[in-house]
């Protein structure tokens, strides 16, 4: 009898447990297995604090039940390429766009998106990309500033 799931995570397979399957993906992922990069904030799909890539496409993980992207390639912020990470971190430290850095991790996956060619949409403005992606800080401007930048 089947005991596990196995998600691919970050190019690798994982397993949790079957119980996990009507969970949300945002509590799979934080509390079973560790990838505290995820955070939640509305929990309601409206912040974008929880997005992931699900088969190269953005997606709030809190959603998201797990069962349901059993076969899907699922990306966080900790399995995006270390060369975009490590520019995505200048860009936001030369332009002022983290303070709390609550937010950051959903933009810099939406920036990997992007980065990564997006989809018909990636020629829109980024302050309308990024209209899902809230952030109580910083008034914004920093963020499409480095956005804009890192484009
Ligand atoms: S926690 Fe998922 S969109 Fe806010
Ligand atoms: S930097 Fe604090 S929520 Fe965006």
Same mark, same amino acid.
């Given at each position: 009898m089947k005991t596990q799931l196995t998600l691919r995570v970050n190019g690798a397979p994982r397993d949790v447990p079957l119980?996990?399957?009507?969970?949300?993906?945002?509590?799979?992922l934080r509390l079973e297995l560790g990838l505290m990069g995820v955070k939640e904030g509305c929990g309601e799909g409206d912040c974008g604090a929880c997005t992931v890539l699900i088969d190269g496409e953005p997606?709030?993980?809190?959603?998201?039940?797990? &069962?349901? !992207?059993?076969?899907?390639?699922? #990306?966080?912020?900790?399995?995006?390429? *270390? @060369?975009?990470?490590?520019?995505?971190?200048?860009?936001?430290?030369?332009? &002022?766009? !983290?303070?709390?850095?609550?937010? #950051?991790?959903?933009?810099?996956?939406? *920036? @990997?998106?992007l980065h990564a060619g997006g989809t018909e949409l990636g020629d829109q403005p980024i302050s309308k990309l990024f209209a899902g992606n809230l952030c109580r800080c910083t008034g914004y401007q920093q963020i499409i500033e480095a956005l804009t930048a890192l484009r």
């Open positions: 119980s996990f399957v009507g969970r949300r993906l945002l509590d799979t997606m709030c993980s809190c959603l998201l039940l797990t &069962g349901v !992207v059993e076969k899907c390639e699922i #990306t966080t912020i900790e399995g995006l390429p *270390a @060369a975009f990470l490590t520019r995505f971190s200048a860009i936001c430290a030369e332009y &002022g766009a !983290v303070q709390c850095g609550y937010c #950051t991790p959903g933009i810099a996956v939406m *920036a @990997a998106w």
